[in-house]
């Protein structure tokens, strides 16, 4: 295979031997040239430009600077000792810490030596200081080199033996020095110049070593632009195929069930994103192709309405709906709700759950294989083999990601002939660059308009020392004719702590306000408990629901007014923005407060700030996609789809876009990438497909 010098194992190295490989393979995953060259410094320095140690100020994120040891000593702690070094320079000193067994630390620093020590400020008392900072001994004499530095990750195993992050860098210098040919080329060279990309072999030498600042952004945008187009190739090549060859069922016709309640019984006008979306679900119904479509909206966005209005396009042409909920609770929310929209065009819906009693189930067996259920509603139960239609045409997934590729690979096999059509619905926003990430293979169409009339939100955060207050103002709501909710933290079902918490919660809400009827509501309670409670709660019955998330998607209780949520710190945007979204359907003002301990991170801070200052679910996805990543957002694909190496989806927008420009520009033209100029492009994808981790990048 071309480059097949790449998977020669990192021992051959000079200076490292097996001992070193194995420890450099169990801390860093390291095994191979290909790993390595793939180990990107996170960090470039400049070595000849120095902080002065009396001018560092907190602010700093990162400095570098020089001076003498001028001494060092063992300090005892709690549960461990911990080794401090004093350096100075001319205009003051700092100290430099470590804890653990750091004896041959002890035995490599001496008085008086220099000492190049970089990282980030800590300060104590006002004085500044390092913890476990990167160093380099300068040996008298030595002569600063000029250029960009790289450091790379390392461990404190690999710095005993010498492999800090200056130790490394010398690993790859010697790979790199030692490659007996260049780094093949995977990209046609059309492409290069299209978008001035230079050379493989060149970007692999600069990232790790680039002579200045021009070729690090050089080497960096072309690496980028590599894992995005791999990651995108094979999504788009599949959607393409999907199209030319996977046909769909037609759906010629909107007929009078279409008509008759688009113009009669709609409960409000369309916004123009919802009309916007439907014309584009239209276009793709009656292609002749299969939709795969995904629907984004923001809570109360109506997504549902939309939902409905497909589902009778699909009747209109004599086909059934199924309408797959990840919940019993949104399940049957869904079904009263499309029963209620439906009942005047005599459409008879259909529920199945896990919870359908046997006698229920035999009955809508026989009324779907007949064909007199048009619309069925249900959570997993409608998987199963005993469900059958008489002619499936569409399929309507809601919050997708709760469901398993093999999960809705059993829908579409309930379809007589053809595939269904598929729209998959999420009222979690994604950053544009997450969606065309995640979901580069189906349609994207986007709610982004509220119906008229709809009040924002008020979001208050307040610290948990003034839950008396927020107990009035229940109390206030409650006469005045609302509800509430009161949400804790549940991150783990198996952690007993956190329905304890939720409970003694409860004990503390009935002492203060024991006259108002309130319940719990929590995932470990049987289906028709919950049921029973969530039913209460709609009735109005019960004031105040206490609940863990359970009620955290699709849950729809107009008179709810208030969200209080407790320990709102444990939440990420997104979750705290989807239990905001159960408040604000109904006419009256609402309001979400946010209950936080006191000692709270920066970044839990920034998180309260956004939520208090906007209720774009848009916006504070792009922020939770900026704060947390987009491995923690959607769990919805292969984590590895998530897991580049260079590119970020927050700040590389920009180049994904011409990514995907570049990939349809080639399928369009050479969709199995027969032709010449595409041989390398078609070899490395071939031998990525065939490997794992970072060899995949290399090939």
Same mark, same amino acid.
């Given at each position: 295979?071309?480059?097949?010098?790449l998977?020669t194992?990192?021992?051959?190295v000079?200076g490292c031997g097996p001992s070193?490989?194995a420890?450099?393979?169990?801390?860093l995953g390291?095994?191979?040239y290909a790993?390595?060259?793939?180990h990107f410094?996170?960090?470039?320095?400049?070595?000849t430009?120095?902080?002065?140690i009396?001018?560092?100020?907190?602010?700093?994120?990162?400095v570098q600077s020089?001076?003498a040891i *001028?001494?060092?000593e063992?300090?005892?702690?709690?549960?461990k000792?911990?080794?401090?070094?004093?350096?100075r320079?001319?205009?003051g $000193?700092?100290?430099?810490t470590?804890?653990?067994?750091?004896?041959?630390l002890?035995?490599?620093?001496?008085?008086?030596?220099?000492?190049?020590?970089a990282g980030k400020?800590?300060?104590y008392?006002?004085q500044?200081?390092?913890s476990?900072?990167?160093?380099?001994?300068?040996?008298?004499?030595?002569?600063l080199?000029? %250029?960009?530095?790289?450091m790379y990750p390392?461990?404190?195993k690999?710095?005993?033996?010498?492999l800090?992050?200056?130790? @490394?860098? /010398?690993?790859?210098k010697?790979?790199?020095?030692?490659?007996p040919?260049p780094?093949?080329?995977?990209l046609? *060279?059309a492409l290069?110049?299209r978008?001035n990309?230079i050379?493989?072999?060149?970007?692999?030498?600069?990232i790790?070593?680039?002579?200045?600042?021009t070729?690090?952004?050089?080497?960096r945008?072309?690496l980028?632009?590599?894992?995005l187009?791999m990651?995108?190739?094979?999504m788009?090549q599949?959607?393409?195929?999907?199209?030319?060859?996977?046909?769909g @069922?037609?759906?010629p016709?909107l007929?009078?069930?279409?008509? %008759?309640?688009?113009?009669?019984h709609?409960?409000?006008a369309?916004?123009?994103?919802q009309?916007r979306?439907l014309?584009?679900?239209?276009?793709?119904?009656k292609?002749?192709?299969?939709?795969n479509?995904?629907l984004q909206?923001?809570?109360g966005?109506?997504?549902?309405v939309?939902?409905?209005?497909?589902?009778?396009m699909?009747?209109?042409n004599g086909?059934q709906t199924?309408l797959l909920?990840p919940t019993?609770?949104?399940?049957q929310?869904?079904?009263? &709700?499309?029963?209620?929209l439906?009942?005047?065009?005599?459409i008879?819906v259909?529920i199945l759950? %896990?919870?359908?009693?046997?006698?229920?189930r035999?009955?809508?067996?026989?009324?779907?294989?007949?064909? *007199?259920?048009?619309?069925?509603v249900?959570?997993?139960?409608?998987?199963?083999?005993a469900v059958?239609?008489?002619?499936l045409?569409?399929?309507?997934?809601?919050e997708?990601?709760?469901?398993?590729?093999?999960? /809705?690979a059993?829908?579409?096999?309930?379809a007589?002939?053809?595939p269904p059509?598929?729209l998959?619905?999420?009222?979690t926003?994604?950053?544009?660059?997450?969606a065309?990430?995640?979901y580069?293979?189906?349609?994207?169409?986007?709610?982004?308009?509220?119906?008229?009339?709809?009040?924002n939100?008020?979001? @208050?955060?307040?610290?948990?020392?003034v839950?008396n207050?927020?107990?009035?103002?229940?109390? =206030? =709501?409650v006469?005045?004719g609302?509800?509430?909710?009161l949400?804790?933290?549940?991150?783990d079902? $198996?952690k007993?702590?956190?329905?304890?918490?939720?409970?003694?919660?409860?004990e503390?809400?009935?002492?203060?306000?024991?006259?108002?009827?309130?319940?719990?509501l929590h &995932?470990?309670?049987k289906?028709?408990?919950?049921? $029973?409670?969530m039913?209460?709660?709609?009735?109005?019955?019960?004031k105040?629901?206490?609940?863990t998330?359970v009620?955290e998607?699709g849950v729809?209780v107009p008179?709810a007014?208030?969200m209080?949520?407790e320990?709102?710190?444990?939440f990420?945007?997104?979750?705290?923005?989807?239990?905001r979204?159960r408040? &604000?359907?109904?006419?009256?003002?609402?309001?979400c407060i946010?209950?936080?301990?006191?000692?709270?991170?920066?970044?839990?801070k920034e998180?309260?700030?956004?939520?208090?200052a906007?209720?774009?679910?848009f916006?504070i996805?792009?922020?939770?996609?900026?704060?947390?990543?987009?491995?923690d957002?959607?769990?919805?694909?292969?984590?590895?789809e998530?897991?580049f190496?260079?590119?970020?989806?927050v700040?590389?927008?920009?180049v994904?876009?011409?990514v995907?420009?570049?990939?349809?520009? @080639?399928?369009?033209?050479?969709? *199995?990438? =027969?032709?010449p100029?595409?041989?390398?492009?078609?070899?490395?994808l071939?031998?990525?497909?065939r $490997? =794992?981790?970072?060899?995949?990048?290399?090939?």
């Amino acid at each position: 295979m071309q480059g097949h010098y790449l998977s020669t194992s990192i021992a051959y190295v000079k200076g490292c031997g097996p001992s070193k490989a194995a420890l450099l393979s169990k801390e860093l995953g390291l095994h191979t040239y290909a790993d390595a060259l793939t180990h990107f410094p996170f960090r470039y320095v400049d070595r000849t430009r120095f902080q002065p140690i009396g001018l560092i100020s907190e602010s700093m994120s990162f400095v570098q600077s020089i001076g003498a040891i *001028e001494h060092k000593e063992w300090l005892p702690g709690k549960g461990k000792s911990r080794f401090t070094v004093h350096l100075r320079d001319k205009s003051g $000193s700092m100290e430099l810490t470590w804890f653990g067994n750091m004896g041959w630390l002890d035995d490599k620093l001496q008085l008086g030596q220099v000492l190049i020590v970089a990282g980030k400020p800590i300060f104590y008392k006002g004085q500044p200081g390092m913890s476990h900072p990167d160093f380099e001994v300068l040996q008298p004499g030595q002569a600063l080199q000029p %250029g960009l530095s790289p450091m790379y990750p390392s461990s404190d195993k690999l710095r005993k033996i010498g492999l800090d992050p200056k130790g @490394i860098g /010398r690993l790859l210098k010697q790979i790199i020095e030692g490659l007996p040919a260049p780094i093949p080329e995977n990209l046609p *060279e059309a492409l290069l110049h299209r978008y001035n990309l230079i050379g493989r072999d060149q970007a692999f030498r600069w990232i790790h070593f680039p002579p200045d600042q021009t070729a690090l952004q050089a080497a960096r945008y072309r690496l980028k632009f590599e894992e995005l187009f791999m990651a995108q190739f094979r999504m788009l090549q599949t959607k393409a195929r999907n199209q030319a060859t996977q046909p769909g @069922i037609p759906l010629p016709q909107l007929g009078a069930m279409f008509h %008759g309640f688009y113009e009669r019984h709609l409960p409000f006008a369309l916004t123009n994103a919802q009309k916007r979306v439907l014309k584009e679900i239209r276009a793709d119904v009656k292609s002749g192709r299969q939709m795969n479509r995904l629907l984004q909206g923001d809570v109360g966005s109506g997504k549902t309405v939309v939902a409905v209005l497909t589902a009778l396009m699909a009747m209109d042409n004599g086909f059934q709906t199924a309408l797959l909920a990840p919940t019993e609770i949104l399940a049957q929310q869904h079904f009263l &709700g499309i029963s209620e929209l439906l009942s005047p065009l005599g459409i008879q819906v259909g529920i199945l759950t %896990g919870s359908s009693k046997k006698a229920e189930r035999i009955k809508l067996h026989a009324a779907l294989q007949n064909g *007199e259920i048009a619309l069925l509603v249900g959570t997993h139960a409608l998987l199963e083999e005993a469900v059958q239609f008489q002619n499936l045409g569409m399929a309507i997934i809601d919050e997708q990601h709760r469901f398993g590729v093999a999960q /809705r690979a059993r829908l579409w096999e309930k379809a007589r002939s053809l595939p269904p059509h598929v729209l998959v619905m999420t009222a979690t926003p994604i950053p544009r660059t997450l969606a065309m990430t995640l979901y580069g293979d189906l349609d994207v169409s986007v709610i982004d308009e509220l119906p008229p009339g709809r009040k924002n939100v008020i979001t @208050i955060h307040k610290g948990e020392e003034v839950r008396n207050e927020v107990y009035r103002f229940i109390r =206030q =709501q409650v006469e005045a004719g609302r509800q509430i909710y009161l949400v804790y933290p549940l991150i783990d079902e $198996s952690k007993k702590l956190d329905y304890k918490n939720m409970l003694e919660g409860f004990e503390v809400f009935k002492q203060h306000l024991p006259d108002i009827p309130a319940d719990v509501l929590h &995932g470990q309670m049987k289906p028709a408990d919950k049921e $029973s409670v969530m039913a209460r709660f709609v009735k109005g019955h019960v004031k105040v629901l206490v609940s863990t998330t359970v009620i955290e998607v699709g849950v729809n209780v107009p008179n709810a007014s208030v969200m209080v949520i407790e320990s709102a710190e444990r939440f990420g945007l997104s979750q705290l923005h989807q239990l905001r979204g159960r408040v &604000g359907r109904g006419a009256e003002q609402s309001y979400c407060i946010l209950l936080t301990g006191r000692n709270l991170s920066k970044e839990a801070k920034e998180r309260m700030a956004v939520m208090v200052a906007t209720n774009d679910g848009f916006k504070i996805a792009e922020k939770d996609l900026e704060l947390r990543g987009p491995g923690d957002i959607e769990g919805t694909r292969q984590s590895g789809e998530m897991q580049f190496k260079l590119a970020s989806l927050v700040e590389d927008a920009p180049v994904l876009e011409q990514v995907r420009s570049a990939v349809w520009h @080639i399928i369009e033209r050479d969709p *199995e990438l =027969q032709a010449p100029e595409h041989a390398a492009l078609l070899r490395y994808l071939q031998a990525r497909e065939r $490997s =794992q981790g970072p060899w995949a990048m290399i090939s």
